[in-house]
């Protein structure tokens, strides 16, 4: 199994940054795909980013030019770097793995973008 633990939530403006990590019990080389997902109240939790193996990078049209992910494999660690913050990106943020064994969550994160 992979544990995964996010951290860097907090409270900021429109137009304000953050970076969210995620940090991976094991290491993360043989994960085929990790990504990260958002759930706000009332809505069905939807993916933001994802990253696989090899490289490969998808967006949701919501984020793309404003979030970035990445992956640091001697770290264990997963990134989302998110610039250009707007209200709606207010959610809690989840950190996902996908293995051959099984797809793992983490705990989430919050994120409130608020005036």
């Known amino acids: 199994q992979v544990q995964l633990v996010e951290s860097g939530g907090g409270l900021v403006q429109p137009g304000g940054s953050l970076r969210l990590s995620c940090a991976a019990s094991?290491?993360?080389?043989?994960?085929?795909?990790m990504g990260w997902y958002r759930q706000a109240p009332g809505k069905e939790r939807e993916l933001v980013a994802a990253i696989t193996k090899v490289g490969r990078i998808n967006y949701a049209d919501s984020v793309k030019g404003r979030f970035t992910i990445s992956r640091d494999v001697a770290k264990n660690t997963m990134y989302l770097q998110m610039n250009s913050l707007k209200p709606e990106d207010t959610a809690v943020y989840y950190c996902?793995?996908?293995?051959?064994?099984?797809?793992?969550w983490g705990q989430g994160t919050q994120v409130t973008v608020s005036s």
């Open positions: 996902n793995a996908y293995t051959p064994g099984g797809n793992y």
């Open positions: 094991r290491s993360i080389f043989s994960v085929n795909a």
